[in-house]
C-alpha cells in the first residue's frame, strides 16, 4: 500500500526549532518529487516547500524562507522539514504529498497525501 | 495569502449541478495547468482532477473540469450527500516559482 505517515509535531516555544518527518513507503520513493503543505486552524490549505527527486531543485514559499528547510534521505525512504525561528503563525497541520507524475517537474499535481502532524508555537 | 480566488460556499440539493470558480492570472492558471482537490472534514486532501480535466481513477465522473484563460472550474452534477466537503484550485505560479492554492469553497448538500 502506498503510505506517508508524518511525525515530529508538537507544541514548541516562539522563537524555537522542529523537526518535521515523512516517512513513505509501497512505492519508489526515489523517484518523485515531494511537497510539504500546512493547514492552520479552520483556514485553506498553504503550500510550504517543494523538492525534487534528487534534491536538485528546492522552492520555499515566501512565508517561510530563511527559516525551514526541506530534505530527503532516499536511502531512509524519509522526507523532512526543519523548521527554525518559529512564529504562531506557522501553527499548523503540516502534511506531505507525492507528486502524481515520476521524475515530474514542479506543479501542483499530488497524489498521495499523509494525515499530518499538528504543530503548535506557542508560549 | 492566496493567489487564486474561490467563492466561500456553493450549495445544492441532492440531484443538482454545482460549479465552483477559481480566479488567477496570467502567471498561474493563465500558463500551468489547474488541480482540484477535495478535503473531507476532519481528513487530509484528495485529488481530484488533474491536468484542468483529468480524473484520476476512482473519481466519479460526476465531477469534471475546465479552464479558459485564467479561470478554471469544477462541476459537481447529480450532488451526494458525500460530496460535502471544502474543494480547493490549485496551480503552480511562475511569478512566485512556487504553487498557489484557491481561497476554498466549502459546498452544502440541502
Known amino acids: 500500500e502506498v503510505q506517508l505517515v508524518e511525525s515530529g509535531g508538537g507544541l514548541v516555544q516562539p522563537g524555537g526549532s522542529l523537526r518535521l518527518s515523512c516517512a513513505a513507503s509501497?512505492?519508489?520513493?526515489?523517484?518523485?518529487?515531494m511537497n510539504w503543505v500546512r493547514q492552520a486552524p479552520g483556514k485553506g490549505l498553504e503550500w510550504v516547500s517543494y523538492?525534487?527527486?534528487?534534491?536538485?531543485?528546492?522552492y520555499y514559499a515566501d512565508s517561510v524562507k530563511g527559516r525551514f528547510t526541506i530534505s530527503r534521505d532516499n536511502a531512509k525512504n524519509s522526507l523532512y522539514l526543519q523548521m527554525n525561528s518559529l512564529r504562531a503563525e506557522d501553527t499548523a497541520v503540516y502534511y506531505c504529498?507525492?507528486?502524481?507524475?515520476?521524475?515530474?517537474?514542479?506543479?501542483?499535481?499530488?497524489?498521495?497525501w499523509g494525515k499530518g502532524t499538528t504543530v503548535t508555537v506557542s508560549s | 495569502q492566496s493567489v487564486l480566488t474561490q467563492p466561500p460556499s456553493a450549495s445544492g440539493t441532492p440531484g443538482q449541478r454545482v460549479t465552483i470558480s477559481c480566479s488567477g492570472s496570467?502567471?498561474?492558471?493563465?500558463?500551468?495547468?489547474v488541480y482540484w482537490y477535495q478535503q473531507l472534514p476532519g481528513t487530509a486532501p484528495k485529488l481530484l482532477i488533474y491536468r484542468n480535466n483529468q480524473r484520476p481513477s476512482g473519481v466519479p465522473d460526476r465531477f469534471s473540469g475546465s479552464k479558459s484563460g485564467t479561470s478554471a472550474s469544477l462541476a459537481i452534477s447529480g450532488l451526494r450527500s458525500e460530496d460535502e466537503a471544502d474543494y480547493y484550485c490549485a496551480a503552480w505560479d511562475d511569478s512566485l516559482s512556487g504553487l498557489v492554492f484557491g481561497t476554498g469553497t466549502k459546498v452544502t448538500v440541502l
Open positions: 509501497g512505492f519508489t520513493f526515489s523517484s518523485y518529487s
Open positions: 496570467s502567471s498561474n492558471i493563465g500558463s500551468n495547468y
Open positions: 504529498a507525492r507528486a502524481r507524475m515520476i521524475f515530474g517537474v514542479a506543479d501542483a499535481d499530488m497524489d498521495v
Open positions: 523538492i525534487s527527486s534528487s534534491s536538485s531543485t528546492i
